[in-house]
Every structure is written in structure tokens, then in C-alpha cells.
């Protein structure tokens, strides 16, 4: 089970607005994935499945030095959640259920898991490619169980490039 933190609704919509203004963000443009931006937060989210390794992550993605995070695509299946796309927005909050970023997606890429190229596990900040195959296989091993699924490196990774519109550092 996990001892990750969920955010509190005032905190996300606090962050929200103060990400529009400091981002600049256009509403009127809009963004791909979200209807009506002024009454529409991103959806929030953690990276990692611990409060100590969401914490962790987070502070990489703050530093500068996280620009990716890559999912296994069989539990997007099972979970019916859709993929992400080019434009998506996201709240990144820490293990402690803190807001602490504001996500837009500028790449995704889609392989075998087998096939992941080293710079995925460059632009994760986690290490090399076979840290990155290593710790993402342990990772994907757990969620996939938890479906009820198993782990088949053939299946395909998403990994989601982002830039940081936004952060908060406490």
C-alpha cells in the first residue's frame, strides 16, 4: 500500500491559479486535452509509487535534471486511462501531497520496453540505460501485479517528455 500523500483540492486550485498567472499561460488558447482552462485544473499527479521516491523525483524534475517519466502502456489498458499527448498540462506534487510543478507534455514516445534508448533514461535522471531498465522493469513488475497483470518486456513503454511551466519550491 502505498504512503504517498493526496493533495487537497484548495491546495491544487491555489497552485492553479497562481501557475496561470506566473506562467503566463493563455487561456484563450487552450490547451490540448482540456475543454475550458478557467474552470479546468490539469489533473495532479506523483511520480514514483512511495512517498520517499515521489519526493525524490520531484526535487529531480524541480533541479532540472528530470524531463521524462515513462509508464508501462499495458496498465493504461487495464486501468482505462488514456495516454498522454503533446500539450497535456499536469500538476506534479510531491510524496507529502504538495503541489509543486505545472507539467506540459512536448514529446511522447512510444516503443517496446526492450527497445528504450538510452536517451530516456538520460532525460529520467535516474542514471544509465541499465539503471533505468533495471528500476523501470522492478517498477512496472509491481503496478502490473497489482492489476492483476504480468510483466512482458515486449509490451510497449510511453514515455512522456515535459517541460516545467511552472514550480514552487518550498
Not at 526535487?59 to 524531463?67: A, C, P, S, T
Amino acid at each position: 500500500m502505498s504512503d504517498i500523500v493526496m493533495p487537497r483540492d484548495v491546495d491544487l486550485e491555489a497552485f492553479w491559479i497562481h501557475a496561470i498567472n506566473a506562467a503566463k499561460l493563455n487561456l484563450s488558447q487552450g490547451f490540448d486535452a482540456q475543454d475550458d482552462l478557467t474552470s479546468l485544473r490539469p489533473s495532479a499527479f506523483t511520480l514514483g509509487d512511495t512517498r520517499e521516491l515521489a519526493n525524490e523525483l520531484c526535487e529531480l524534475v524541480l533541479l532540472g535534471k528530470k524531463r521524462a517519466t515513462s509508464s508501462y502502456e499495458p496498465s493504461y489498458r487495464m486501468e482505462g486511462v488514456p495516454l498522454p499527448t503533446v500539450g497535456d498540462l499536469g500538476i506534479l506534487c510531491d510524496g507529502d501531497g504538495n503541489p509543486r510543478a505545472l507539467l506540459r507534455t512536448s514529446e511522447v514516445e512510444v516503443v517496446p520496453f526492450s527497445m528504450v534508448g538510452a536517451h530516456v533514461a538520460e532525460a529520467e535522471g535516474e542514471g544509465t540505460l541499465e539503471e533505468w531498465r533495471r528500476d523501470h522493469r522492478l517498477f512496472f513488475e509491481r503496478e502490473i501485479s497489482d492489476l492483476d497483470g504480468k510483466f512482458d518486456p515486449n509490451e510497449r513503454v510511453i514515455t512522456d517528455f515535459f517541460e516545467v511551466l511552472y514550480s514552487f519550491s518550498e
